[in-house]
């Protein structure tokens, strides 16, 4: 089940955060996520997290972690989910996050129309990176929640 989590659950996200598969991903050192949800959309499943942090009143910058056992379809689906509340439930109209390059796994589903945006050299830990920006006007042409509740 997904739920929109409140801080309340920054020990459950914590937990996923600091996990020795997670926190190479996201930093390496350990990290305490609680103030961080106090000020942004936070969505979580069983074995991972997503966090919405406001950049200006309509742009969002979110951080994926999974467990290992929840990447994949768990993530794709809470992933999908959670961009249709930010696009519906929130002031949201674009969503961006980043990815260092040599992590290919880390960059946004193509499927949810995330397009490249821009790319620095050292930019995050010291890697080459690569920025995905996906516009509410990208998001309504795809999602298929999205289509299903304008038809109804």
């Not at 955060?17 to 069983?46: C, K, Q, R, Y």
């Amino acid at each position: 089940m997904i739920k929109r989590a409140t801080p309340a659950y920054a020990e459950y996200v914590n937990e996923i955060a600091n996990d020795p598969s997670v926190i190479p991903h996201i930093g390496g050192g350990e990290l305490d996520v609680t103030e961080l949800m106090a000020v942004s959309e936070t969505f979580v499943t069983e074995g991972g997290a997503i966090i919405f942090t406001p950049i200006n009143r309509h742009t969002y910058q979110f951080h994926s972690m999974f467990l290992p056992e929840a990447r994949g379809r768990i993530a794709h689906k809470t992933a999908r989910h959670a961009a249709f509340e930010m696009f519906t439930t929130t002031d949201a109209m674009d969503l961006v996050t980043y990815a260092p390059n040599d992590t290919p796994h880390s960059r946004p589903p193509k499927t949810f129309g995330f397009k490249p945006w821009f790319a620095r050299k050292n930019a995050v830990f010291g890697k080459d990176t690569t920025w995905f920006r996906l516009s509410i006007y990208d998001w309504i042409m795809r999602d298929k929640g999205c289509l299903k509740k304008g038809q109804k």
